[in-house]
């Protein structure tokens, strides 16, 4: 079973970012800055998700 940190935070970063990446579509429906904006949600999806994993580990 999977660190409850870890997957907690693994989510609420999904979360979030997807949140920014739902309005940017919205309010600007430029092919560009969609595709910008999704490089940003995997990015910061990563990092959330490797800071989760480095948390969790420091127990």
């Known amino acids: 079973m999977k660190n409850p940190i870890l997957v907690f935070g693994f989510i609420t970063t999904w979360i979030i970012f997807g949140g920014l990446l739902t309005l940017a579509i919205i309010f600007d429906?430029?092919?560009?800055?969609?595709?910008?904006?999704?490089?940003?949600?995997?990015?910061?999806?990563?990092?959330?998700?490797?800071?989760?994993?480095?948390?969790?580990n420091v127990k």
């Open 29 to 56: 429906g430029v092919f560009i800055q969609l595709v910008f904006d999704f490089s940003i949600l995997i990015v910061s999806g990563l990092i959330g998700y490797l800071t989760a994993r480095k948390i969790s």
